[in-house]
């Protein structure tokens, strides 16, 4: 069965039905919560039927649940009964941009990159694995989006999560990246990878242990992204949601935030060595001055294994060359 094919044309929302048996109290429940989404439908055997969004409930008197339309599995996951063992878990199907509820409290697989505007340093990846369990320190730890803490108390964070959380940190060196560019691939492209790659690594980590979904911060639509993966051999998909600032979704994502910006800063510090210079973040005028430097210093080759070659930071410092 190629589960990716089926969504990977719809955008990434799932348009899978999905029956659920519930009890006679979960469906009076169902029926109360959800009486002014009532529509008509006369169909035999039909007790009840609303609509929320994009998703057509119909409750049976059978107490079979149907539900039908775009994110119909994310919707349904959430009444999955003890009665039906199948539909207990996330649909295995279940991808997209339809976030379920309760996400934040759920067990996650998150995934995030940095380093993709820095003309300096590498393109990192991390994905990273925050059980139920494990919600409350992290966030008490005070894991949260990368952008907004410090590079110094992101550099003391990142030991204790990375001793603690499952991940996978992946880094592509600036010679690999420079040699992908040339052959025409895109960043998205070479970012797809990335994840796709960390997501394995952290899978095959957890070795069986059970998660509710993935969640990948957004950076292409689901359909552009499955696209980039079309001749990965590999592709993660099953339970992956994307979604953008995912680093205030749920705390995995925050923390390979972290992760992937530690690792960025460790590989900072690494070419500032080579170069006996302090590498600027960033790709601003202050960048075109200290690559110039180098250039000057170490000579072209030295400055291309560090940077992303192809950004106009070389064309600029190459004028103040004279
Ligand atoms: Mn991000």
Known sequence: MN?????????????????????????????????????????????????VGTVTVTIYNSKKVLFQGGGAAEFAQQFGSPNAPSTKRPSKKTTGTHLPDHLAKLSVIGSDETGTGDYFGPITVTACFVPASEIGWVTEYGVKDSKMLTDDLMRQMAPALKESLIHSTLVLPNPKYNELQASGMSQGKMKGMMHNQALLHVLRKMDGASYDYILIDQFAEASTYYRYLSDVPTVVNERVLFATKAEQIHVSVAAASIL?????????????????????????????????????QRGEDVLRSMTKWHFANTLKAKKKLT
């Open 260 to 296: 992937a910006r530690v690792a960025f800063l460790e590989e900072i510090d690494r070419l500032s060595e080579i170069a006996g210079v302090t590498i600027p973040k960033g790709a601003s005028s202050k960048v075109d001055q200290v690559a110039a430097h180098i250039w000057k």
């Open 3 to 51: 589960v990716y094919v089926c969504y990977r044309e719809k955008d990434g929302i799932s348009l899978s039905n999905t029956t659920l048996v519930m009890t006679e109290r979960e469906i009076e429940q169902l029926i109360e919560r959800y009486q002014s989404n009532k529509i008509e439908r006369n169909a035999p055997g039909v007790r009840f039927c609303f609509k």
